[in-house]
């Protein structure tokens, strides 16, 4: 037999000056759904990392292709036209490299 006056195992969870008991399935699904809140938040920040990784790539990618097809002097140097370059483009080169004599 069991005894009537005997508590229930549950999970007690305090913060932010509260309380909040939870017992059973009620538990369970508290946990499931803090883990997949910070599943998704973790995944939502590493889409933010990866998105100005992409950006960077893609950037050094559009200038390095402006810069290769630049022709050639004759003694085989090569002068860039920062004028000539697409405005999309600026954003991507260091102010000190077009601002410069």
Not at 25 to 50: D, K, M, P
Not at 76 to 98: F, H, Q, R
Request: aromatic share 12%; glycine share 8%; hydrophobic share 40%.
């Amino acid at each position: 037999m069991t005894e009537p006056n005997q508590e229930k195992a549950g999970v007690e969870v305090s913060g932010f000056g509260g309380t909040l008991k939870l017992f059973g399935g009620n538990s369970l699904f508290f946990f499931l759904l803090l883990v997949l809140a910070l599943n998704i938040g973790v995944t939502l920040w590493e889409h933010v990392q990866r998105r100005i990784e992409h950006e960077q790539i893609m950037c050094s990618t559009k200038l390095a292709i402006f810069v290769y097809t630049t022709p050639r002097q004759p003694d085989g140097k090569v002068n860039i036209e920062w004028t000539n370059m697409d405005v999309g483009l600026y954003a991507c080169v260091p102010s000190w490299l077009y601002k410069r004599n």
